[in-house]
T-cell receptor
Framework: KAGVTQTPRYLIKTRGQQVTLSCSPISGHRSVSWYQQTPGQGLQFLFEYFSETQRNKGNFPGRFSGRQFSNSRSEMNVSTLELGDSALYLC???????????????FGEGSWLTVV | GESVGLHLPTLSVQEGDNSIINCAYSNSASDYFIWYKQESGKGPQFIIDIRSNMDKRQGQRVTVLLNKTVKHLSLQIAATQPGDSAVYFCAENEGSNYKLTFGKGTLLTVNP
């Protein structure tokens, strides 16, 4: 079974631009979460989607948005990029049913975003 | 690959020794805890988890201990191998939220 797949793996953007990152969850998984990882702040939760609905949201500005499609694939978008948005963006998937303890949360390899 | 978490607590052990990585969590309402391993340039890899109604759980070469009184979690790795070298994160979750809160991580270095 294929793991969580994220594209692109590396990208460089200019301040003020926008970026879209894509995530394909493990087959059969309906929950997709996004995390930002930086040296200063560590791993921080962005948002989580289940069956095309956002169930949970972290404390990030409105420039960060996401969506989930009917096939469970997800995208996240960051508009008006700032230098501080440079980070590793990680996607995680799980079956998403009931309590997380019955549904292992698996991570992808991440998308490295550099804003210049 | 690139690395994240450049200023982390570090633990250096000799190959074959046992390792203990500690984590203090913040939310007394958290009821589910996970340990992840992250190698350079890769995403976090699930190691072992534990629910708050347990205080110990064992896997293959790993054991997680949970002390809810002092909000402390530890990961024990038996017979540590060079391939265990990585950053280890604890994560906590409350209720049915799929919203993990991660600790800062510990860099484990295994010397041959």
């Amino acid at each position: 079974k294929a793991g969580v797949t994220q594209t692109p793996r590396y990208l460089i953007k200019t301040r003020g631009q926008q970026v879209t990152l894509s995530c394909s969850p493990i087959s059969g998984h309906r929950s997709v979460s996004w995390y930002q990882q930086t040296p200063g702040q560590g791993l921080q939760f962005l948002f989580e989607y289940f069956s095309e609905t956002q169930r949970n949201k972290g404390n990030f500005p409105g420039r960060f948005s996401g969506r989930q499609f009917s096939n469970s694939r997800s995208e996240m978008n960051v508009s008006t990029l700032e230098l501080g948005d440079s980070a590793l963006y990680l996607c995680a998937s799980s079956e998403g049913q009931a309590h997380p303890s019955g549904n292992t949360i698996y991570f992808g390899e991440g998308s490295w975003l550099t804003v210049v | 690959g690139e690395s994240v978490g450049l200023h982390l607590p570090t633990l250096s052990v000799q190959e074959g020794d046992n390792s203990i990585i500690n984590c203090a969590y913040s939310n007394s309402a958290s009821d589910y805890f996970i340990w992840y391993k992250q190698e350079s340039g890769k995403g976090p890899q699930f190691i072992i988890d534990i629910r708050s109604n347990m205080d110990k759980r064992q896997g293959q070469r790993v054991t997680v201990l949970l002390n809810k009184t002092v909000k402390h979690l530890s990961l024990q790795i038996a017979a540590t191998q060079p391939g265990d070298s990585a950053v280890y994160f604890c994560a906590e979750n409350e209720g049915s939220n799929y919203k993990l809160t991660f600790g800062k991580g510990t860099l484990l270095t295994v010397n041959p």
